[in-house]
């Protein structure tokens, strides 16, 4: 099956496609359409982001439902607003010669009453993300009870984000004879539990190996010390003049932060995450998709639904919590038939994750070094010849072309040449002549990694901290929790250990004084916090338990004896799927900015 007429579509769909200038079905959409098109089941499609999975299931919906009747036939659940707009989007331009069709977007952000009212006008598509559809159905704004498709689009996702109780929800007001389709990058436990609860002896295609990454993209990891992570990210941009780029933090406060330096330093980046206004995530995209911005500072829920195919890098500035998580980051370039790049910045104490990705993504990531200055150099002068060689002559400037040959009539072309090249090369020069080396070696690692793999050496101090695991802690929790209150990098606390109620973590000795000073009495959510030196630095595990029990802190609350524990869940994390149930509120949040500055630095 070569082309679309082969798979069986009407010709309304087949004219559809012939406007949007496809010209050959992807993998995906070879194996999917025939089948939901010719069957009533159910359907299991794994594929990587990219491939073209929204006509794989958008074209057979649109084939089989009914555009004259105003009853809801169709829904489409996806874990974002951005992707539940591009899904909209999409479906409304596959559909335009199906005449009386309705497809409306139902999401968190916009107004519940115009999206009531848009459903009530006979919507017989509805795609929606399941935080804003279980608020409509729990206030009878929409009726799903006579739907025969249900689609679950990025499904693992969306289970990923804490989305698994709404989506439960809002299949049990759907009729039990319908036909589901998940189509997921993934097939984590979780996509499975949903396939075996909410589906009958489902047909399962994949396109690939399951979890694998497209092969159009190239996976490249750079060495580092954990303090030059940021300095790598702007040299491999330097390395990349035309770069376009996603660059992935784990956290908000992390996404901006970068997003921010490298505004400064005169890159033109964005930043994009759920602190944003839904106006502020539009800008942003827009200015992406003009490319106004050429590193785009996102965390992995904000990134969720970008539809721009052009995207010639993805940087990983943080390893994502989820391995399967890298899957859906490198999914952001390489697509469309196109090859990109998904490079990753690592510690040493982080390799061991790499070879856990290359274990599900059944892919090999090539170890490469961060260039030096003078091979920035080269590639800059480089580029630069090549787009003057290229560039079309303007003729009006042919009227000042007597001025500018006096000014230099005495001046040779090699001359000439050095001092217009020298404009752009003396800059980088100047900048880079005596950059160090940021390169650090697998078998020597770096300080960081070191302390992280010997428990701890002298320059590091050792403190006991009165919460843990009954707090709703556990190591990575707390460390976030640790480096926001004390406004640290993400690298300055480490060896965090989490106790039942009790806990220790390590910090550079010259910032025992802040730590101290900010935890003196200390209260968060109306409780005593204490931190105190511990007295064994290294931190040893049997020695931290030792100091733990010694010190009468199994089971008890220092500085708050007296007062009755608080319920696990009111403290930090509300519950153990607090990183959950931030996604899911970073979802259904306003997403993106990008700020303006003026440059210290020109870039292009």
Not at 109 to 123: F, L, W, Y
Not at 192 to 198: G, H, L, T, V, W
Request: contains cysteine; charged residues 30%.
């Amino acid at each position: 099956m070569n082309t679309f007429q082969d798979l069986g579509l009407n010709n309304d769909l087949l004219q559809a496609i012939t406007d949007l200038g496809f010209t050959k079905p992807s993998e995906v959409q070879q194996k999917a359409i025939p089948l939901l098109i010719e069957s009533e089941g159910d359907l299991v499609a794994l594929a990587q982001t990219g491939t073209g999975k929204t006509a794989a299931f958008g074209f057979p919906m649109l084939q089989k439902i009914d555009v004259n009747s105003r009853t809801t036939q169709g829904l489409i659940l996806s874990p974002t607003r951005e992707l539940c707009l591009q899904i909209t989007n999409e479906m409304k331009l596959y559909g335009k010669y199906c005449n009386g069709l309705n497809v409306v977007a139902v999401y968190g952000g916009s107004s519940i009453t115009d999206q009531a009212r848009e459903v009530k006008r006979g919507a017989q598509i509805i795609v929606a993300t399941p935080g804003r559809m279980k608020d409509m159905i729990s206030r009878r704004l929409v009726d799903i009870s006579k739907i025969e498709y249900a689609v679950l689009d990025e499904a693992d996702e969306m289970l990923n984000m804490g989305f698994k109780e709404d989506i439960t929800d809002i299949l049990s007001h759907t009729p039990t004879d319908k036909s589901t389709w998940l189509f997921s990058a993934t097939m984590p436990k979780e996509v499975a539990s949903i396939a075996k609860n909410f589906m009958h002896q489902p047909q399962e295609i994949t396109v690939g190996n399951k979890n694998e990454s497209t092969s159009n993209v190239s996976h490249e990891y750079y060495l580092v010390n954990a303090r030059d992570r940021y300095q790598a990210l702007k040299r491999l941009a330097d390395a990349n003049p035309d770069i376009f780029s996603v660059v992935f933090c784990r956290t908000k406060r992390d996404t901006q932060k970068v997003a921010e330096q490298l505004i400064e330093d005169g890159y033109n980046a964005g930043a994009l995450h759920g602190d944003l206004s839904q106006n502020q995530r539009d800008l942003v995209m827009n200015a992406f998709r003009k490319n106004q911005i050429q590193m785009l500072v996102a965390t992995d829920v904000a990134a969720r639904g970008i539809d721009v195919d052009d995207v010639t890098h993805v940087i990983n500035y943080q390893l994502p919590d989820e391995i399967e998580t890298y899957t859906h980051r490198s999914g952001r370039t390489g697509r469309a038939g196109k090859t990109g790049v998904s490079m990753v910045i690592v510690s040493k104490s982080e390799v061991r994750k790499i070879k856990s990705i290359e274990r599900i993504i059944k892919k090999d990531f090539v170890k490469k070094d961060i260039p030096n200055g003078m091979e920035i150099c080269e590639v800059q002068l480089m580029s630069l010849a090549n787009k003057i060689h290229n560039t079309e002559i303007n003729h009006e400037i042919d009227k000042y072309l007597t001025n500018i040959n006096e000014m230099f009539e005495d001046t040779t072309k090699d001359e000439l040449i050095k001092k217009f090249f020298s404009v752009e090369f003396t800059r980088f020069f100047n900048y880079y002549q005596k950059a160090k080396n940021l390169n650090v070696s697998e078998s020597t690692g770096d300080r960081e990694s070191q302390r992280d793999y010997k428990g701890g050496k002298n320059d590091s101090t050792r403190y006991f901290i009165n919460v843990g695991n009954k707090d709703g802690f556990d190591w990575m929790k707390l460390k976030d929790f640790l480096k926001d209150q004390l406004d640290l990098g993400r690298d300055d606390v480490f060896k965090v250990e989490t106790k039942d109620s009790f806990s220790f973590f390590n910090t550079e000795n010259e910032l025992r004084e802040k730590v101290l000073a900010h935890f003196t009495d200390f209260k968060h959510d109306g409780r005593f916090v204490n931190v105190e030196v511990s007295e064994n630095r290294g931190g040893g595990r049997r020695n931290d338990q030792k100091r733990g029990d010694r010190n009468g802190f199994k089971g008890r609350r220092s500085g708050s004896d007296s007062r009755p524990r608080r319920s696990n869940s009111d403290f930090n994390s509300k519950s153990s799927d607090s990183r959950k149930s931030s996604r899911r509120s970073e979802s259904n949040s306003g997403n993106s900015n990008f700020a303006q500055s003026r440059p210290r630095r020109s870039r292009r």
